[in-house]
């Protein structure tokens, strides 16, 4: 016998490029995805998935069984919020994904929030460096930072997000300061890897509406972490360019110093996507006005009588020892 969470499990391999892409979404190691596919296979007697070359290839009882699992995981969900909007109650599994900094500060409590708000829904969050990769019958409603490129999808602006150039106040008493976008050329930049970006071109738009400059920096150091990005620059390692929400307290302390006030980068709106199987559920539809609600107060910016400079020292790299796994030095 196979369970919806074991339905739910396939589809999500059948989404992924790989066993190790597929791990890297659902947060386990890959020993635990080819495991946990093996004792499917054993049970059902039979072989889902060609693994002998370097990509997946369905075997044709896993066509077959990756075609029904989506049609049966579907009719559930629609049976469930048709029975739940008939007696007037929100309930159901709510499926979330967002960015891994950003879904831990504040997509996880506004998820607890709801839970407490409704406790008839069942809430699962994931948190990915690469979420618009996830096809969306995996989810209810997706956070969304940056560029979006896949304009078909249904969008609620939550709030707006500045990317603001920045460095620790000692890493520009060590190197100088910058006055024009293509002095970034001779500084350490450190690139934040995510959403399949270009990472490396960093694109600057004057505020007297002058010719814009874009500039590609070879950085010295990246992560797939934006805190890990930020912790490095907070430890004067470098220069970063980084959502306001993640730096916002930083530059109000003084422990990072914004850079190139005449010009601008490309904002990065906070949206919600909303996914066209399961995103118009009642459990959905509430969870996005209670999320939206929260954001749109923008809780990183700072309040009145909230400043504190501690400008000129640098903070230790907590990461320094090695701890963060995710970090990637080039």
Same mark, same amino acid.
């Given at each position: ?5 074991d339905?739910?499990?396939?589809? %999500?391999?059948?989404?992924?490029a790989?066993?190790? #892409?597929?791990a890297?979404?659902? +947060?386990?190691?890959? /020993? ?5 596919l093996r ?7 039979m072989?889902l998935? *060609? ?10 009882? @896993? ?20 029975l ?5 109650? &929100? ?23 709801f ?9 699962s969050? %994931?948190?990915s #460096?690469?979420?618009?990769?996830i096809?969306? #019958?995996m ?6 930072? @940056? ?6 999808? &249904? ?20 190197? $100088?300061?910058? =006055?024009?976008?293509?002095?970034? =050329? ?9 959403n399949?970006? #270009?990472?490396? %071109? ?12 874009n &500039?590609?920096?070879? /950085?010295?150091?990246?992560s ?9 620059a907070?430890?004067?390692? +470098?220069?970063?360019?980084? !959502?306001?929400? *993640? ?6 302390a003084?422990?990072? &110093? /914004?850079?190139? $006030? ?12 909303? !996914?066209? =199987? ?8 509430r969870f ?13 910016? /700072? ?7 501690e400008?000129?020292?640098?903070a ?5 020892? +090695?701890? $963060? ?6």
């Amino acid at each position: 016998m196979i369970s919806t969470e074991d339905l739910h499990f396939f589809i %999500m391999l059948t989404n992924a490029a790989s066993l190790a #892409d597929a791990a890297r979404k659902l +947060g386990v190691t890959p /020993p635990a995805v080819t495991q946990r596919l093996r004792l499917l296979e054993a049970r059902l007697g039979m072989r889902l998935i *060609d693994r002998s070359g370097r990509r997946m290839v369905l075997t044709d009882e @896993g066509e077959l069984l990756a075609s029904n699992a989506r049609r049966i995981c579907d009719d559930i969900g629609n049976l469930a919020d048709t029975l739940a909007s008939r007696r007037g109650s &929100v309930a159901g599994h709510l499926r979330v994904i967002a960015p891994l900094g950003f879904g831990q500060r504040y997509v996880a409590p506004a998820i607890a929030e709801f839970r407490t708000l409704y406790p008839e829904v069942n809430a699962s969050l %994931m948190l990915s #460096d690469r979420p618009a990769s996830i096809s969306d #019958d995996m989810w209810d409603l997706m956070v969304h930072i @940056g560029e979006l490129r896949d304009s078909s999808l &249904v969008s609620r602006r939550l709030a707006p997000n500045r990317r603001i150039l920045c460095a620790a106040p000692c890493y520009l008493a060590r190197r $100088g300061e910058l =006055r024009y976008p293509d002095d970034l =050329r001779a500084h350490d930049c450190i690139a934040l890897r995510e959403n399949d970006e #270009d990472v490396t %071109m960093w694109r600057f738009t004057p505020k007297d509406h002058g010719a814009p400059a874009n &500039v590609r920096i070879e /950085p010295v150091m990246t992560s797939n972490d934006g805190g890990t990005v930020r912790d490095w620059a907070l430890a004067g390692l +470098g220069i970063i360019s980084r !959502s306001e929400w *993640d730096v916002a307290e930083h530059l109000n302390a003084g422990r990072l &110093v /914004p850079l190139l $006030g005449a010009w601008t980068q490309p904002d990065a709106d906070i949206v919600a996507l909303i !996914s066209s =199987r399961h995103g118009r559920s009642l459990r959905a539809t509430r969870f996005l006005e209670l999320l939206h609600a929260s954001v749109l107060q923008q809780p990183w910016l /700072p309040r009145n009588g909230s400043e504190h400079p501690e400008r000129g020292k640098c903070a230790k790299d907590p990461r320094a020892d +090695g701890s $963060g796994a995710r970090a990637t030095a080039v």
